[in-house]
């Protein structure tokens, strides 16, 4: 996406050998050695050669085996993967796949070929994966064996696109291997043919910081998917903050991190290079598994993983949850989370981090900073505390929340009292470049010079930031405004509840007033509605006008690939009645 403007700059930058402001006096300027190009490629480079031998990836294959790679293996094979895209001169490559090692090894093999990486999420529909891989000009795609047949479409569209299909096995030759590996050593091969030139032959160094690396979609809930461009720089700096701040970089052995969070999701939140660049351990699973999951926590002993509140309420629902002898730092973003959820996974040793983020900021751009002074105030204020969303990252500038419905482009802080609600937008190195193809859209998102984020928060007096709802979440009732996130996060506390989602239904009085959709702990499935609605009225966590009259228990809720519940789908079952109450 580099315009006129970039390509005279790395022009100029050819041709000018000192800088345009003079040198303090006494000093003399020459080249600028004292800068590079930023890219998170090279991480892998750099682990390989630090520890060739240090375990990069374990992963349990679609064959059921066990499967470890080091890092000089990983590093090969994504310098082999580099190699091949090279030689047969593909530069856009789609990615349809789940948490697997060919994904990990597509991460960094694509971007250093001087390509771009576009992952798709599998969950869509195939319209949309169609959509995703047209709009972005893909000119071949790395799929998972498991999802080809959602390609069926975009092949009639485009049918000389190579599709470079993954088994997922432990064979890395033979009839069990598959095209991917193929690919693979047919790179390593044309490696070898020109001369052996390893990584200097490839780009795991982009020669300019803020050209594209890859375009992730977002989720596309009410319209089209959006394609977000990430540049060299920004997912660079997000890695390095993704370590400080999650905590990855231990003086003494290193992490070992759990792929719960899906590697389409904003390219992993920028994790495969942050954990890379710890020389960490991929686990990864094809599949949340949550047997499997408790499996890995005990006996390989995980140290991090990322997930969603509603895979952690899960997670700590499960018969096989029970207290961890050794910390586990997770860190959870994509849907504000309750403070009785984060007691919960105290409680089992789980310690929360709390972030939070968009695709358009690289995923995580905030967290929620705990406070040594607050483990002397009480449990309840304590998790309520750090279940804010907080303060900007280390490698982005503070986060503001400004006043809503104000001039197109005018910005305007609410009061940090705590009360007044606005909308959170974000500056600096880690938000996105812009829309792919999409210059209206990235305008409106960059408004005034911010990245406008959608959601409502209250901004408290130490600068840290709570949501309230998205904007087309808060429910309107006679006048009065009721946070859906709110009410869910005290509709959680009932003993026999474990989630809530709540959307506005119609009022002919009121003109809208909240309903809930509850699921219930495993051998709970005879609660009384009736008896959830009189329990709330008793809770002083919410005022009485809150407090929903209609409360429907289901089998399970709606979410998107992320965990998120999704409110979209609820408001339909409103409209149309169904799930049907009355079963």
């Known amino acids: 996406m580099s315009g006129a403007t970039t390509r005279l700059k790395k022009l100029l930058g050819h041709l000018i050998s000192t800088p345009s402001t003079p040198a303090p006096p006494g000093q003399e300027y020459v080249h600028s050695y004292h800068i590079h190009q930023l890219s998170p490629t090279i991480f892998l480079e750099r682990a390989a050669a630090i520890e060739p031998d240090a375990l990069a990836i374990y992963h349990v294959t679609a064959n059921n085996r066990v499967l470890r790679r080091s890092y000089m293996e990983f590093a090969d094979r994504a310098r082999g993967l580099a190699y091949f895209l090279l030689k047969r001169g593909y530069r856009r490559v789609g990615v349809l796949a789940t948490n697997t090692p060919a994904f990990l090894e597509s991460i960094f093999g694509v971007v250093a070929a001087g390509g771009v990486i576009v992952p798709a999420n599998y969950r869509l529909k195939p319209d949309d994966i169609t959509y995703i891989f047209d709009f972005a000009e893909v000119d071949s795609i790395i799929v998972d064996h498991e999802f080809v047949p959602l390609l069926d479409e975009f092949k009639k569209l485009h049918p000389n696109v190579p599709f470079i299909i993954d088994n997922d096995t432990d064979a890395t030759e033979g009839e069990l291997c598959g095209p991917f590996d193929d690919a693979v050593l047919e790179g390593l091969n044309y490696d070898i043919a020109q001369g052996r030139k390893g990584w200097a032959g490839l780009h795991s160094q982009a020669s300019d910081e803020d050209d594209m690396m890859a375009i992730p979609f977002t989720s596309g809930t009410t319209s089209r998917p959006k394609g977000v461009v990430m540049t060299h720089r920004g997912a660079y700096l997000a890695s390095l903050a993704n370590i400080i701040e999650s905590g990855l970089n231990y ?58 509140p509603t895979v952690n309420t899960l997670l700590c629902a499960a018969k096989e949850a029970e207290r961890l002898p050794e910390t586990v730092r997770v860190t959870v973003a994509a849907s504000p989370p309750t403070a009785h959820l984060f007691k919960t996974m105290t409680d089992l040793n789980l310690r929360p981090v709390h972030v939070y983020g968009m695709t358009e900021t ?94 409502l928060a209250v901004w408290h007096r130490d600068g840290s930031a709570q949501i309230q709802d998205r904007a087309k979440d808060i429910i309107i009732s006679g006048g009065e405004n009721i946070s859906s996130v709110a009410l869910e996060s005290m509709l959680v506390q009932h003993p026999d509840v474990l989630e809530a989602g ?48 209609e ?24 409209k149309k009645g169904v799930p049907d109450t009355s079963s």
């Open 251 to 308: 003086d003494f052995g290193r992490c070992r991190y759990l792929w719960t969070l899906p590697l389409f999701h904003a390219l992993g939140w920028t994790f495969p290079w942050s954990v890379t660049a710890v020389r960490g351990t991929h686990y990864c699973l094809r599949k949340i598994d949550y047997p499997l999951i408790w499996k890995l926590l005990k006996e390989e002993k995980i140290t991090h993983f990322n997930a969603a």
């Open 362 to 455: 690289y995923g995580p751009i905030t967290k929620g900073y705990p406070i040594p002074e607050w483990d002397n105030l009480p449990e309840a204020e304590k998790y309520a505390k750090m279940a804010r969303q907080g303060h900007g990252f280390v490698a982005s500038l503070p986060i503001r929340v400004i006043k809503p419905d104000q001039p197109d482009g005018v910005l305007i802080d609410v009061a940090r009292d705590g009360k007044e609600t606005g909308e959170i937008v974000f500056f600096g190195n880690i938000c996105c470049k812009g829309y792919y193809k999409d210059p209206e859209a990235t305008r409106k998102l960059f408004a005034g010079g911010a990245l406008h984020s959608g959601d």
């Open 502 to 549: 709540v959307v506005a239904v119609p009022d002919s009085h009121w003109g809208e007033r909240p309903k809930a959709y509850l699921t219930v702990k495993e051998g709970k499935k005879n609660l009384d509605p009736q008896e959830v609605i009189q329990w709330a009225k008793n809770q002083n966590r919410i005022s009485r006008f809150m407090v929903p009259r």
């Open 551 to 574: 409360v429907e228990i289901i089998e399970e809720l709606p979410k998107t690939s992320t965990g998120k519940i999704q409110k979209t789908v609820l408001r339909e079952w409103v």
